[in-house]
Every structure is written in C-alpha cells, then in structure tokens.
C-alpha cells in the first residue's frame, strides 16, 4: 500500500526567502509523485510530477522538487517566496496496477508568507 | 478551455434528502475519480471508473453511489445525505501515455444541516 506523509502542517517563510516542503512517501512499486498547490476556495493546480525520467524535477512559478528514492522523499522547494505563493500544498504519490493508478494525498502544507 | 467541470459549486441540504453532482469532461480521459477533502486529511478517493460503464469502489465509498453511462461524464450521487458528507467534493480525470496526469475539477462545497 501507498502511503504520503507531510512532515509540516504549516510553513511560515518572509518574502523573498527560500521555502522547503517536506514529504516523504512509501511505495511498494515504482511510483510517479506530484505537488500539487490549492489556493482558497480553488481547485487544485498540478506544479511537477516525477514519473522516473530526471529526479530533479522542475515545475511552475519557480518551483521545483526532487525526487530522493533512498530516502523515499520528494521535498518541494523554492530559492524566492512570492506573496502570490502563500495556499496549501499536497503531495501526492501514485501506483501502478488495476485500480487504474489512484492517487493518494498527504495531509497539506499550509504556507503562510509574510511581507 | 479543455478540462473538468463539476456541478453544482455550492449546494446545501437537509439530512435525508439525496442529490447528485455532476462531472463532465472534454479530454477523452478513460479515467475518473472522486474525491472528498476534509480539513487536515487531504483528499481521500470516493468512486473511480477506469472506462466508461465502469465504476469501483475508493477508499471512502460508503453513502455513495457512483454511475459512468457516458465516457464524458462520472456522476456521485448521495442517496439519504448525513452531516458527515459536509465536505468539498473534487471530481478529477486521468490521461495516459504523453498526456499522463491528473485534471481536477474546481470543487462543489456542500453542506448536510
């Protein structure tokens, strides 16, 4: 079974300072990983996703995430917060197999930035 | 644009009563999922159908029904609503090969009083 753990519920970064989100994942198969972004009351908006090219995974807005599998994480960072960047962020992870690859969500990273 | 679109966005009913929400997509996706996101739970999968005439059952399916007549369209019906369905519901559709990832809908935010 697929399991996704956030390791922050809530992350609080200056403008213009670098923001970490941490996550780690287990996975009995070769998984594909995703971050996805939730501004309020919004849908969710897909930034990277690894599906076993290049670990280091470049997305949008500036984001990117890497994809560490003998540590079984897949942090999500930015050099430079922007104001625009302050919502909620998931990590997902996704297996192979009948079930047609579900999808299975951490709990969300709240980033809160400040001016 | 191209993508998911659920209706209705808001919605709020009286314990007992039944709805459905609709999902429509244009991406001639084979697969689509429901989803239910609870504060600090993430999202957690409802139904999904990996073609059309298919459906199975996620990790939360119970009070929930499920039915994908056309390839277009999965729909979630809550038959006898109870409080704890208060939740916003996402519909998502996959693609495969080159256009493998997930779409997402923008939610509909119900209400069981």
């Known amino acids: 079974a697929q399991s996704v753990t956030q390791l922050d519920s809530h992350v609080s970064v200056s403008e213009g300072t670098p923001v970490l989100l941490r996550c780690n994942y287990s996975?009995?198969?070769?998984?594909?990983l995703f971050w996805y972004v939730q501004h309020p009351n919004k849908g969710l908006q897909l930034l990277l996703k690894?599906?076993?090219?290049?670990?280091l995974v470049k997305g949008i807005n500036g984001f990117e995430a890497e994809f560490k599998k003998s540590e079984t994480s897949f942090h999500l960072t930015k050099p430079s917060a922007h104001m625009s960047d302050a919502a909620e962020y998931f990590c997902?992870?996704?297996?192979?197999?009948?079930?047609?690859?579900?999808?299975?969500f951490g709990g969300g990273t709240r980033v809160l930035v400040k001016p | 644009n191209a993508g998911v679109t659920q209706t209705p966005k808001f919605r709020v009913l009286k314990t007992g009563q039944s709805m459905t929400l609709l999902c429509a997509q244009d991406?001639?996706?084979?697969?689509m999922y429901w989803y239910r996101q609870d504060p600090g739970m993430g999202l957690r999968l409802i139904h999904y159908?990996?073609?059309?005439?298919?459906?199975a059952k996620g990790e939360v399916p119970d009070g929930y029904n499920v039915s994908r007549l056309k390839k277009q369209n999965f729909l979630l019906g809550l038959e006898s609503a109870a409080p704890s369905q208060t939740s916003v519901y996402f519909c998502?559709?996959?693609?495969?090969?080159?256009?493998?990832?997930?779409?997402f809908g923008s939610g509909t935010r119900l209400t069981v009083v």
């Open positions: 991406m001639n996706h084979e697969y």
């Open positions: 997902v992870v996704s297996e192979g197999g009948a079930a047609g690859n579900k999808l299975t």
């Open positions: 998502a559709s996959r693609g495969t090969g080159q256009n493998y990832g997930y779409t």
């Open positions: 159908s990996v073609g059309e005439g298919t459906t």
């Open positions: 996975s009995s198969y070769s998984p594909s």
């Open positions: 690894y599906t076993s090219a290049a670990t």
